[in-house]
C-alpha cells in the first residue's frame, strides 16, 4: 500500500502522483493519512484504484472521479464526489452540502447524513444514504437513484426531471412538480440493488421504500404553471 | 364642420405605438415577450467616444510601414501554459443547441485562421468545435451540461461562467424544438423538452466558495489551464475584485449589450449596465489591487468595429469579445433571407427569435433541413475575414495616436461626445477637460 501524508507533502503532490496512474498499475491500493479537511482530495483521478483517506474532508473530496474507489474514515466537506463520472466513493461520516452534485455515473454511499442539496442537479450518479438528507435535495435531478434509509428534508425533487428518489422515512414536503409514485417490480429490485451495493444490506427492506418523481407538468412551460415556479 | 385647423394626432413619448402594441401582445398572450440579440435600446456606447490622433504633442506611426503588434497572452497569474493570441478579439461562449454544429465548427475555422481563441457553451463541447479551434476555451456552466474531467483537460483555457450581459442574474432556457437527439443526449435530458439551465452553480456560492471551486479546478487539470471568470456587467468593480481574489487568470465582462442568450425583452432591456460603463470600474478595481495587466480584463458587449476593439482596449481592457458580430459576420440576418424573415414576422437584421430554432440563415438552429443552407467552411472564412478587418481597423487607429502595440492605447487617447459617456468612460467631454464625476463631481 502507498501511503500518502498530507501533514508531511502537498495537495498538489498528492494528486500529481495520483494523475499518474493512468492504465494498468500495480500500485492499486492508497492511504492518505492526516488529511485535515483539506480541499480536493483524489479531485480528477482516472485510474481502477482504491483509496482510503483516513479523516474527514474539505470540498470537492472525490471530485469528478472516473473508475476509483475513495474511502472517507471520517466526514466530507461540500460537494463530495460533485461531477462523478464512474467508480464509487464511500463516507463513513456525514456529508456536507451538494454531495454528488451533477454526478453522471458512478455510486456514492454516504453511511451518515447528508446535509442540504445532496444529489442537486444529478445526472446518472446513484447515491445511498444511510441516514437522512437535508432540504432541497435532488433540485432539477435529471436522471440516476438516489436511496434514503432515513427521512428526507423540505422540496425533495423540486423542479425534478427523471431522477428516481426512494425514501424509506418521512419526506417533509415535495417541491415543485415532485411526486408520490407507485413502486412497481423494477423499483423493488433497483432498491435492493442498491441497498446491496451501498453496504447496506440488512438494514432494510426494499417494501418499506416509497418513490418519488416527476410529474412532469413542468418539462414545457406553460403560463398556467407560472404560480408552481 | 369648422374650418378652424384641428390639433394634429400626437403620439405620446410615454405611450408609443411600440409600447401599445407590446401591451396589446401581452393581454392577448399572457405571456412576456422572449428574445436574444441583447438590448436594442440607444445606449451610451463607443459610438460616443473619439480617438485624439496624433499631431504635434505626439506623432504617429506609419501606416502599412511601422509595426503595431496586436498578441495578446491570458492566463499569466498561476497557470502553467497561459494562451498566446495573435489578436486580442476572441469569440464567445455560444452553445451547441443554441447554434448548429457547422455554426460551431465555422466559428472554430475562422476563429484558428485569424489567430485567436473560440469558446464552448451551455450544452459542452463539441467534437466539431474542439476539431476547428485551435485554442478552445471550455465554459464551466451552472447547468454542468456535458461537463466531465476529459473535457476539461483537452480545453486550452475553462472559464467559469456567473453571469452574462444579456441577464446578470438569470439562467437561461432551451427551448423543446431545439432539443434534438444529440443536444439531448450530451445534455442527458429527454428530447423534446424545455431544457433550464440554472441562474447559479450548484455547489457553490459566494467568492469564498468559488476560490475552493478554482482550486478544484486546477488541480483536475494539473494547474496547466488558464482559469477564467465569466460576469454579467453589474457590479463591475466588485465583482472583478471578488473574481480576483478568488484565483482568476482572467476576468470576462460582459455589458448588456451582449445577446446571443435568449431571455425576457424586460430583462434585456432593464438589468445590468452598458460595457462602456463597466469598464472604467473593471479596470479600476484591477488597478487597486496591483493586478491591471497580471490578471487579464476581456471585454464584451456591442463590439462590431475595429474602432470598438480600439476604444475598448483604450480604456484598459486587454481584449474583446465577440458573439452576435460573429453570427453576423457567419451570414446571421442576411438580406438574402429577407423572404423567410417576412414570413417570421420579422425583417433582415432586426431576427432575434434565435431561441425558437426556425433561423433562416441555417445557424441558430438544430433542424436539419435549415442547417444544411450554411456552410461551414464559407462561414469560417467570413468570420476570419472580419476579424482580419476589425484588427486591421484597430491597428490603424492606434498607430494615428502613436502606439506601436493595442496594448498601449490609453485613456488619454479618448475624448466623449456627451457627458454621459464621459462619466461614464471617465474621459473629457470633447473640447474641455471636464470629466464629470472626476474630482468631487457627483
Not at chain 2, 269 to 274: F, R, T
Not at chain 2, 374 to 402: S, W
Request: glycine share 12%; charged share 25%.
Amino acid at each position: 500500500m502507498q501511503t500518502f501524508d498530507l501533514g508531511a507533502e502537498s495537495l498538489r503532490a498528492l494528486n500529481s502522483s495520483l494523475h499518474a496512474l493512468k492504465g494498468q498499475t500495480n500500485m492499486t491500493e492508497w492511504e492518505v493519512i492526516n488529511p485535515k479537511g483539506a480541499h480536493a482530495i483524489a479531485a480528477g483521478v482516472d485510474a481502477p484504484v482504491d483509496i482510503t483517506v483516513r479523516g474527514s474532508t474539505g470540498y470537492y473530496c472525490a471530485g469528478m472521479n472516473k473508475q476509483a474507489t475513495i474511502r472517507i474514515k471520517g466526514s466530507a466537506g461540500p460537494g463530495v464526489a460533485e461531477n462523478m463520472m464512474s467508480g464509487t466513493v464511500i463516507i463513513d461520516g456525514d456529508a456536507s452540502q451538494y454531495a454528488g452534485a451533477t454526478g453522471r455515473g458512478g455510486l456514492l454511499v454516504i453511511k451518515g447524513n447528508a446535509s442540504s442539496r445532496c444529489g442537486i442537479s444529478m445526472k446518472g450518479i446513484d447515491i445511498v444514504v444511510h441516514g437522512n438528507i437535508g432540504h432541497m435535495s435532488c433540485f432539477m435531478a435529471q436522471s440516476g437513484n438516489v436511496l434514503v434509509l432515513g427521512n428526507a428534508g423540505e422540496a425533495l425533487g423540486d423542479s425534478l426531471y427523471e431522477a428516481r428518489i426512494f425514501v424509506r422515512g418521512s419526506v417533509k414536503s415535495l417541491g415543485a412538480d415532485c411526486i408520490e409514485k407507485e413502486m412497481r417490480d423494477e423499483h423493488f429490485l433497483i432498491v435492493e440493488d442498491l441497498l446491496r451495493r451501498g453496504e447496506a444490506e440488512g438494514k432494510a427492506k426494499p417494501e418499506e421504500f416509497r418513490r418519488y418523481g416527476s410529474a412532469r407538468k413542468l418539462y414545457t412551460f406553460n403560463i398556467d404553471n407560472a404560480s408552481s415556479y | 364642420m369648422s374650418d378652424f385647423p384641428r390639433t394634429p394626432p400626437r403620439y405620446s413619448a410615454t405611450f408609443t405605438p411600440a409600447v401599445n402594441a407590446e401591451i396589446r401582445r401581452a393581454a392577448a398572450t399572457g405571456i412576456y415577450d422572449i428574445r436574444g440579440g441583447g438590448t436594442k435600446r440607444h445606449l451610451p456606447h463607443f459610438d460616443d467616444l473619439l480617438f485624439l490622433g496624433a499631431s504635434i504633442s505626439r506623432y504617429p506611426l506609419e501606416g502599412y510601414r511601422e509595426k503595431c503588434a496586436t498578441d495578446v497572452w491570458l492566463g499569466t497569474r498561476h497557470a502553467k501554459n497561459p494562451i498566446h493570441l495573435d489578436i486580442p478579439i476572441t469569440i464567445a461562449g455560444m452553445s451547441f443547441g443554441a447554434l448548429s454544429g457547422p455554426a460551431k465548427e465555422a466559428l472554430g475555422r475562422g476563429a484558428t485562421a485569424a489567430g485567436t481563441s473560440t469558446t464552448t457553451g451551455d450544452g459542452g463541447m463539441t467534437e466539431e468545435e474542439r476539431g476547428h479551434s485551435k485554442t478552445l476555451v471550455y465554459q464551466y456552466l451552472p447547468s454542468r451540461y456535458g461537463m466531465n474531467p476529459d473535457d476539461l483537460r483537452r480545453a486550452d483555457a475553462i472559464e467559469i461562467v456567473v453571469g452574462q450581459g444579456a441577464k446578470p442574474g438569470g439562467g437561461g432556457m432551451l427551448l423543446g424544438q431545439k432539443i434534438s437527439d444529440r443536444v439531448a443526449n450530451m445534455r442527458n435530458l429527454p428530447k423534446g423538452i424545455d431544457q433550464r439551465s440554472a441562474c447559479r452553480h450548484p455547489d457553490w456560492t459566494g467568492p469564498d466558495d468559488l476560490e475552493i471551486k478554482i482550486l478544484e479546478l486546477r488541480e483536475i487539470t494539473n494547474w496547466e489551464k488558464p482559469i477564467y471568470v465569466k460576469v454579467g456587467g453589474a457590479r463591475p468593480y466588485y465583482d472583478t475584485a471578488l473574481a480576483v481574489k478568488a484565483g482568476a487568470d482572467v476576468v470576462v465582462l460582459d455589458g448588456m449589450q451582449g445577446g446571443t442568450a435568449a431571455t425576457q425583452d424586460v430583462f434585456i432591456e432593464h438589468v445590468g449596465m452598458p460595457i462602456l460603463a463597466c469598464i472604467p470600474q473593471a479596470v479600476k478595481a484591477l488597478q487597486d489591487l496591483g493586478m491591471h495587466r497580471r490578471v487579464q480584463l476581456i471585454v464584451s458587449g456591442g463590439i462590431r468595429s475595429g474602432a470598438d476593439v480600439a476604444k475598448a482596449m483604450a480604456l484598459g481592457a486587454d481584449a474583446v469579445s465577440i458573439g452576435t458580430a460573429a453570427l453576423i459576420a457567419l451570414g446571421d440576418n442576411d438580406p438574402r433571407w429577407e423572404e423567410e424573415y417576412q414570413k417570421l414576422g420579422t425583417t433582415a437584421d432586426a431576427y432575434d427569435d434565435w431561441h425558437e430554432g426556425k433561423d433562416p440563415a441555417g445557424i441558430t438552429t438544430q433542424d436539419p433541413e435549415l442547417s444544411k443552407r450554411f456552410d461551414p467552411v464559407l462561414g469560417g472564412r467570413r468570420l476570419k475575414n472580419y476579424l482580419k478587418v476589425m484588427t486591421l481597423e484597430a491597428q490603424t487607429i492606434a498607430r494615428a495616436c502613436g502606439k506601436n502595440h493595442l496594448h498601449n492605447l490609453e485613456p488619454e487617447d479618448l475624448c466623449s461626445l456627451t457627458i454621459e459617456a464621459a462619466a461614464m468612460a471617465g474621459v473629457p467631454l470633447a473640447g474641455t477637460n471636464w470629466i464629470p464625476g472626476k474630482n468631487g463631481g457627483f
